[in-house]
């Protein structure tokens, strides 16, 4: 305990000085590169990864000058979550699959082991609907087994509307499968995404993909361990005073949170998710601290985002500063990665707004903008059900790896991420004047 809280001092005292660079991008890349090492473990709730990242971006709230509230910059909540605890084993045919690579724990994992003389039966995608005569677990005489489901759904079914598609949702599946008892069940999947650890199943769930499982399918054995948590996370608030006098605010945002270890060589880095965001929201701060806004600008880097908006949620309904005084809020989330310029959430739902957000884009030669209508995606949502207006920007396309452990700063897109600084930087200076 002692040892790894020095740690924790050292490690933001030796980069407090050495990421504190003149060039935004520098200084971003710096940023980037140590929310997603190693130490910050994911930046979720295993090796204490969320603290350490609160912890530093404390650090950098107070060497940029931004002002807490209270004289604190976190503002604590709770919520529940599923854990995985220690580094899960799956093994086929007697072959050890790699975690990460060629597997990861589903995040509604419980805990569970079997070794190799448990049976297997393959359900394809294990749909279960009466009325149509589709039964995928005919072939299933015997409870207690392993299920090996296909995780996509046939298109055919997808498309007949007559079929509630609940009746073939992942949830309605491993329910079938609890119905049959199942020891486990593993998905094949096309590609690995872990995701929304917040419920948690009595038997282990696996993300098994598809190119990666040894055919036929002889025996498997597994190993498992997890457990339901509550947690205390904190959304991180701190703000630049405006120079006009007004109560009227802007809010910049971007959740820091991601998801966790299993060890700490397998976790999840969360370069672009949302380390990218986290970063420009610093170097937003930074730009702001010194090029004076007319309004408060109020800067929130939200947790919890990744369980399902559980902080921004929080902040909506325990507001520090009044919502109906915010004149805009930006949200940041995967702003590096790209090559079809950058999309607004909520350009469909504000365009005078948008009309800004687009001539700022067009002076400056950004290259594509989009919109489209808000939606639940991330945590600009619940403060816009609440009546703020809100922009969520991302970089739109481009190939890095989305919630699994490839998400790392060394593929990440810095043009796209220049690019949506700039729109950021001009559109809040257009909407302050
Ligand atoms: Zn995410």
Not at 198 to 218: A, C, G, N, Q, W
Not at 227 to 256: K, M, Q, R, W
Not at 278 to 295: C, E, G, V
Not at 378 to 395: E, H, M
Request: proline residues 5%; glycine residues 8%; charged residues 20%.
């Amino acid at each position: 305990m002692l040892k790894r809280f020095s740690n924790i001092i050292c490690f933001i005292g030796l980069f407090g000085i050495s990421v504190f660079a003149q060039d935004p991008i520098e200084q971003a890349k710096a940023d980037v590169h140590i929310l997603t090492s190693k130490e910050f473990a994911g930046r979720g709730f295993t090796f204490d990864g969320n603290k350490k990242a609160e912890e530093f971006l404390i650090e950098r709230f107070k060497k940029i000058g931004l002002e807490p509230v209270d004289g604190k910059y976190g503002q604590p909540f709770n919520m529940e979550l599923n854990i995985v605890d220690g580094v899960p084993q799956l093994s086929v045919n007697n072959q050890q699959l790699k975690i990460g690579s060629d597997f990861l724990p589903n995040s509604v994992t419980g805990s569970g082991s079997i070794d190799g003389d448990t049976p297997i039966y393959y359900v394809k995608s294990g749909l279960y609907i009466k009325e149509k005569g589709i039964n995928d677990y005919s072939g299933v005489t015997s409870k207690s087994a392993v299920l090996i489901f296909e995780d996509e759904v046939p298109d055919s079914i997808k498309a007949d509307t007559t079929i509630d598609s609940r009746r073939y949702s992942t949830a309605t599946r491993l329910r079938n499968a609890e119905v049959l008892q199942a020891k486990g069940v593993i998905f094949l999947v096309k590609r690995l995404m872990f995701a929304e650890p917040y419920i948690r199943k009595d038997f282990p769930v696996f993300d098994v993909l598809r190119t990666s499982l040894p055919m036929p399918v002889e025996t498997i054995s597994y190993k498992v361990k997890s457990s339901f948590n509550d947690v205390e996370p904190e959304n991180l608030i701190g703000t630049i005073p405006g120079l006009i006098e007004s109560d009227s605010t802007i809010i910049i945002c971007a959740h820091y949170d991601h998801l966790s270890a299993f060890a700490d060589t397998v976790y999840f880095p969360g370069a672009n998710d949302n380390a990218s965001g986290t970063a420009m929201l610093l170097s937003l701060a930074q730009y702001f601290k010194i090029n004076h806004p007319r309004h408060k600008i109020i800067f929130i880097a939200f947790s919890g985002e990744e369980e399902g908006l559980i902080g921004s949620k929080y902040y909506s309904e325990h507001p520090i500063f009044t919502l109906n005084k915010t004149v805009f809020l930006v949200n940041l989330d995967m702003v590096a990665s790209g090559n079809d310029g950058i999309m607004a959430v909520g350009g469909v739902d504000y365009p005078d707004f948008y009309s800004k957000l687009k001539t700022v884009n067009d002076s400056l030669n950004l290259g594509p903008l989009y919109k489209r209508a808000c939606a639940p995606n991330s945590d600009q949502y619940f403060l816009s059900v609440k009546g703020v207006k809100t922009f969520y920007l991302y970089t739109n396309q481009g190939k890095q790896p989305y919630h699994n452990i490839q998400d790392v700063d060394s593929t990440l897109d810095w043009k796209a991420f220049n690019h949506t600084l700039l729109l950021v930087k001009g559109f809040i200076k257009a909407i302050d004047n």
